[in-house]
């Protein structure tokens, strides 16, 4: 096994760490820099908990290796809130209770925060597919979705 | 006196009875009058019964009064998700 | 495992060439981590071509479109120009896996992963795409349809890369489409599909046609019958019951856990209708 | 003095209200820990071997190999884990199934487990453990293991409940009965009988978070477990049991819990994960894969349901009958009982008969999934009811209303009910906007009813009172869903002090007496009867130091509004002393202020819902879509609305999934096909539509606030429901659940040939 040395911004700050080659970016995050924000439901794309942004790109981190993102710039869900002022979706997640077990809800936020930043004023049905790599059991979406319609308002200043 | 009606799985080990007529005050006497006339019974109130009382239903709490004429119906105990 | 980025193409086949043990190339990996993780493969090398300059780059050329085999499912839609040409093929592409997968998907990732389910090549065979391969002996171009040899296996050679997708220049009154059928709305993997190009004479007639399906066969099927019954017509309902027909004889699908043979067979027919239907709009004829 | 549990009505401030749950920031920003989150310093990495085969005598295994690797720390087979349950065939299965110990069972069945430095060592370990396996014949369908040729799983399992018991071993390990009255007489008499069966296939609970522990054991026999569970108490008393511990040695903490419905209130990788640890002298992180989740996690039941109702004319119904098959996965279990209990239970009828038949087949065990054995009942029965409606003439709504269940009917499981809500709920439906909007092309209407009984279990709490006279309450039932919140108001309503002021934390093992699991949809329910009782204990410390601090006498002073008050002007004219007061004097007038209780919460009060559904069916493919899903359900008193609304939403759309899409797939070979998210279709966001919800509340007489469960009942109607609308919409019985797409074209396409 070749370890892999890696300088890279997550969240606005310069990290470095070692890595295995085959080592996947959300064991990085959740083991070697103690990021435990990004979930695991699969590890293998299906239900985007491990969501987070490399270059500002939506990812599923389980599908990246840590090799990979030398130089990148890299958000996760320890990132959103600016200081102790949450991101109006992560205020809105919880005002809307669109959240019960809440571990898909990091993955969320992250994928609709991407949503958000491309598209400001989407419709129910560009939410819903916006949303539909991450998987939610408990909601069954409704508050969701509200929750991000809400927010998406209120961003606008609608 | 109460009549214990048994549910399905309970009725053999009583002789095919449906129900049965038991002299008892609260749940303890129950289990133990019925474990000694029907000893079949006994296994399966060791795992967990419910005891349905005039249609509430009680776990198999020692304590838990029977009133007189009660509506009593043993149950399995009840799983949940 | 080691893990190599190099940033020229050459460096990046000879270290394939060389590499006595499990070679793989990496681009989008979102079915190369998968494979990893499930323990089908176990690489001793994985070459990251991301690195290499261009190839991720999207070029409109004088005989069309060139895309570089590391372009995500997501810089697709985003290029206009591309959309506006071949919708078919974009569409096909942005059907690969979630938001999150497009982020990374490749095309040219979908094409060599070698599956007759694969969402971003029926159009691209519709399309008479052809690929630029790199390796050890120089480029070589190919047509796309003899990439895929069997489940899972393509024609590349030890130390071949698909360099690029080139994408042929388009007469007008032409465009395509791409449907699949699926569960689900999203997330699911091609239980079957259909991909129809075309191209209009100024009345509205199809003059020239070309159809593929996904997942009916080991490899994605081209069906000349199917282009047959639209040539000459306007689209009435006989020369697409006719396509729908040919497209369900060419099939030889199996029965798993994602459809039937009867179900896929069918629905190859009513999928090559429906968008045959929206080619044909889309390519400026009436209905 | 015990407290008195009935309903009283009275204004409420608090309860009904909507405020911010208690955990919800920590979950935005990622701080919350789940299973997979904790880590013990100087912790191994296990992963488990498992059989690849569905049925096979295990005659060797040798570890020697791998236990020469370098870095690898533990490893154990079913020798490791002695069999220490006595004679009880509940707890031995349990050890079996978390590793098999004469022959596997079941596809993912684990057979060793390793524990080594790191993930990629353990790997390797695993692939160096030879097992030497002696392949059976198997049998994965729930008919075809009761025929009298399927090769037998169990050789010591002989039906209970048929007299005279059988002498032979077979795969149909109990039968039971329920009902009353005449059955045959009754069909005589029907004027129209309708009669079908049905399948329905095996589905998984599908929570999000994977299994995941810590275990740490020390030489002394002291063991510690961090755990994602619906139940650490439940689990501590069973590993303990397992391991041969002193329960009060294990101390077990749980973590934040990515869902569980029901999965996660079984054992099936802690005992391993403690052996390992104790093995190896060293903490143990054990996480599942996804796909050993579906593999050898706890899945429901396939099951095989044989159902005829019969009616008169002017619809009243005169019998009902159904044979209910059900498996319990590897090992001997009651499923089809429940089955059978709930499979009636909305009507009032005269003669009613259901015949449970329980099947062990080669496939995992099976656990509880929300409301269990009820949805696939309720499926036949819903179907059966819808036909029989419209061969009769009737609406499927008044056919359902005129033979409702009510307040004094004997239910078809026996004891009569009290005040009970399906009526309600079906007189919603009918004046619901729902029934009545107009329907567009290919789409079709259903509805259905279905019941749960929830029930409640022993329960413990403490209540703590801080010198600022904010409070904590410790609770010891987990939180699946804003169990805390909802806690946390109605203590915060008994106390008459902000909710805000009222912090309500998941106690670990060691500092509360045993509570059953959050399952049956008692969260709520009991925990807060038992902080019900515990609030009005603290009132009544508080009112005894304000009586000190007043030098009047205890029965002088009242509590209202948060505030100590003299009783009436012959006990004083004192201004109101507040809690905080009261709390900042503890140390003069008696030490710490603080409430415990511990009981059994019973009477959880049964629930019914009906659902409706419209549904689009592409007649070419059978793709089906829901267009609108509207959730009715009698809550007694929703404490918190938001969640309740959450729990109907969440029930519903898991039915919707079961109903259309998900199943468990095994090929002939006995191997589960689909143990990924990729396969195993759960609904994404993009498949549904809002889930319009409708909260009655019809006050529960058994417990102070009127509360009944609520987690549950959503998910027994759906899969009638969605089938009622795509039987409407296409105009053939569907009867075979989930409806997928080939299922649907090929009903369609038959019904066009005839």
């Not at chain 4, 299965?93 to 990629?120: F, P, Q, S, W």
């Not at chain 4, 999934?657 to 609904?683: C, H, M, S, T, V």
Request: with cysteine.
């Amino acid at each position: 096994m070749s370890g892999v040395f890696v300088s890279t911004t997550i969240n606005g700050d310069s990290v470095e760490f070692s890595c295995a080659a085959d080592e996947p970016l959300l064991d990085v995050l959740r083991n070697r820099l103690g990021m435990t924000g990004s979930k695991e439901g699969c590890g293998t794309g299906d239900c985007g908990a491990c969501s987070v942004t490399v270059n500002g790109r939506l990812v599923c981190s389980c599908l990246v290796l840590g090799a990979e993102v030398g130089g990148a710039t890299i958000e996760t869900i320890e990132g959103m809130a600016d200081g102790d002022v949450l991101h109006p979706l992560q205020k809105n997640f919880i005002s809307h209770a669109a959240l019960q077990c809440g571990i898909c809800t990091p993955g969320f936020l992250i994928a609709a925060k991407a949503l958000l930043d491309k598209n400001p004023d989407p419709s129910e049905e560009e939410i819903r597919f916006g949303l539909a790599g991450n998987l939610c059991r408990c909601t069954g979406y409704d508050k969701i979705v509200r929750a991000v319609q809400a927010t998406s308002k209120e961003m606008r200043g609608a | 006196m109460v009549e214990v009606h048994l549910w399905g799985a309970l009725r053999p080990l009583a002789g095919g009875a449906l129900s049965v007529n038991i002299e008892a005050k609260n749940i303890r006497e129950l289990f133990k009058k019925l474990a000694n006339e029907y000893p079949g019974t006994e296994p399966h109130i060791k795992r967990g019964v419910a005891v349905s009382i005039n249609g509430k239903i009680y776990r198999d709490n020692w304590d838990t009064e029977l009133p007189e004429n009660a509506e009593i119906y043993l149950l399995p105990r009840i799983p949940g998700g | 495992m080691r893990y190599e980025a190099p940033d020229n193409m050459k460096s990046a086949v000879t270290m394939l060439a060389k590499e006595q043990g499990a070679a793989f190339v990496l681009a989008g990996g979102t079915d190369l981590l998968v494979k990893m993780k499930a323990g089908m493969i176990e690489p001793d090398l994985v070459v990251d071509i991301k690195k290499i300059k261009g190839i991720a780059e999207i070029k409109k050329t004088a005989t069309g479109f060139r895309i570089g085999a590391a372009v995500p499912g997501v810089a697709l839609s985003e290029n206009a120009a591309l959309v506006k040409a071949w919708p078919g093929i974009v569409e096909g592409a942005n059907l690969i896996g979630s938001k999150q997968i497009q982020g990374r998907c490749t095309m040219a990732g979908n094409l060599c992963n070698g599956s007759p389910a694969a969402d971003g090549v029926p159009a691209l065979i519709a399309a008479k795409a052809k690929v630029v391969v790199s390796g050890p002996k120089g480029k070589r171009t190919v047509a796309v349809e003899d990439i895929p040899v069997s489940p899972g296996r393509t024609s590349l050679k030890k130390g071949e890369i698909v360099e690029a997708i080139l994408l042929p220049k388009r007469p007008p009154k032409s465009s395509d489409a791409y449907l699949r059928f699926i569960p689900r709305t999203e997330m699911d993997i091609a239980v079957v599909s259909a991909a129809v190009n075309l191209t209009l004479d100024a009345k509205g007639v199809v003059k020239d046609a070309r159809v593929a399906l996904g997942a009916v066969a080991p490899t994605i099927v081209v069906v000349p019958a199917a282009a047959h019954a639209l040539i000459g017509s306007k689209l009435d309902a006989e020369s697409l019951e006719k396509l729908a027909a040919a497209c369900s004889a060419a099939c030889h699908p199996i029965d798993d856990k994602r459809g039937t043979i009867e179900f896929r067979t069918k629905v190859a027919g009513v999928l090559a209708r429906r968008a045959a239907e929206i080619a044909y709009r889309r390519a400026g004829g009436k209905i | 003095m015990p407290l008195d549990t009935s309903y009283v009505q009275k204004t409420l401030k608090q309860v009904g209200t909507r405020p911010l749950r208690p955990d919800g920031l920590d979950k935005v920003t990622g701080r919350a820990r789940f299973g997979a989150d904790y880590n013990a310093p100087g912790q191994l990495i296990a992963l488990v071997l498992r059989s690849p085969h569905p049925h096979a005598r295990i005659r060797k295994i040798d570890t020697s190999k791998a236990e020469k690797l370098a870095g690898v720390k533990a490893i154990i087979t079913s020798a490791d884990l002695p069999d220490l349950t006595n004679g009880d065939r509940n707890m031995r299965d349990m050890l079996e199934n978390c590793m098999a110990r004469k022959k596997v069972l079941y596809d993912g069945h684990a057979v060793a487990a390793v524990a080594a430095i790191d993930v990629t060592t353990a790997r390797k370990a695993l692939k160096l453990i030879k097992v030497d396996y002696e392949i059976l014949p198997h049998v994965t369908d729930v008919d075809e293991a009761l025929k009298p040729s399927a090769p037998v799983i169990h050789d010591d399992v002989f039906t209970d409940g048929v007299e005279p018991k059988p002498t032979k071993p077979s795969n149909n390990n109990k039968r039971a009965s329920f009902g009353h009255g005449d059955v045959a007489q009754g069909f005589r008499e029907a004027d129209v009988v309708v009669e079908h069966s049905f399948k329905t296939e095996q589905t998984h609970q599908g929570y999000i978070e994977p299994h995941s522990c810590v275990a740490n054991v020390s030489p002394d026999g002291t063991g510690e477990l961090w755990v994602c569970t619906q139940g650490h108490f439940v689990y501590r008393n069973q590993c303990a049991a397992l391991l041969g511990m002193d329960i009060s040695r294990l101390r077990v903490t749980a973590s934040e819990i990515g869902g569980g419905f029901g999965g996660k209130t079984h054992i099936w990788t802690e005992p391993v994960a403690l052996a390992l640890s104790r093995k190896a002298n060293r903490p143990v992180k054990l996480t599942m894969s996804r796909e050993e989740v579906f593999r050898c996690s706890g899945p429901t039941s396939s099951t095989s349901i044989d159902m005829k109702i019969g009616a008169k004319k002017d619809g009243t119904i005169t019998a009902a009958h159904g044979v209910l098959r059900y498996h319990g996965g590897a090992f001997p279990a009651t499923w089809a009982e429940f089955g059978a209990m709930t499979a009636f239970a909305c009507y009032d009828l005269k003669n009613v008969k259901s015949d449970s038949i329980e099947v062990i087949v080669n496939r995992p065990k099976t656990a509880a999934y929300r409301a269990p054995s009820a949805p696939m009942a309720a499926f036949a029965v819903e179907s059966v009811m819808d036909e029989l409606a419209r061969k009769i003439g009737m609406d499927p709504v008044d056919f359902r209303i005129k033979n409702a269940a009510k307040e004094g009917t004997k239910s078809s499981y026996g004891p009569v009910y009290g005040p009970i809500g399906i009526g309600a709920t079906l007189e919603a439906a009918k004046n619901h906007p729902h029934m009545k909007a107009p329907l567009g092309k290919n789409q079709g209407r259903g509805m259905a009813c279905g019941f749960w009984f929830n029930f409640g279990g022993q329960t413990c709490t403490d209540i703590n009172v801080t010198p600022d006279g904010t409070v904590t309450v410790a609770v010891g039932t987990i939180d699946v869903g804003g169990s805390r919140a909802s806690i946390g108001l109605i203590v915060a309503e008994e106390l008459g002090i902000p909710y805000d002021h009222v912090r309500v934390v998941i106690a670990d093992t060691s500092t509360l007496g045993h509570n059953d699991m959050t399952d049956g949809s008692r969260g709520t329910f009991s925990t807060t009867m038992a902080c019900v009782a515990a609030s009005r204990n603290v009132v009544k410390e508080l009112g005894k130091r304000a009586a000190k601090m007043w030098d009047i006498p205890e029965d002088a002073v009242v509590w209202e509004d948060g505030h100590a008050k003299p009783a009436g002007s012959n006990a004083g004219n004192f201004p109101p002393l507040s809690i905080r007061e009261i709390a900042a004097g503890a140390g003069n007038t008696g030490g710490p202020i603080a409430g415990h209780n511990e009981m059994v919460a019973d009477g959880a009060g049964v629930s019914f819902a009906t659902h409706i559904c419209d549904i689009e069916v592409d007649p070419e493919t059978g793709r089906s879509s829901v267009k609108r899903y509207t959730v009715i359900q009698d809550a007694g008193k929703a404490v918190h609305p938001t969640y309740v609304e959450g729990q109907y939403q969440g029930g519903a759309v898991q039915g919707i999934g079961w109903a259309l899409n998900e199943e468990y797939i095994y090929g002939k070979d006995g191997r589960l096909q689909n143990a990924g998210f990729l396969d195993y279709r759960i609904p994404v966001c993009s498949d549904l539509p809002f889930i319009d919800t409708m909260i009655l509340e019809i006050p529960n007489p058994n417990h102070p606030y009127g509360v009944r469960g609520v987690g549950e009942t959503s998910i027994v109607p759906p899969l009638a429901t969605v089938a009622n609308a795509m039987s409407n919409a296409t105009g053939v019985r569907m009867t075979h659940i989930p409806m997928s797409p080939p299922r649907v074209l090929k009903a369609i396409d038959a019904l066009k040939k005839h």
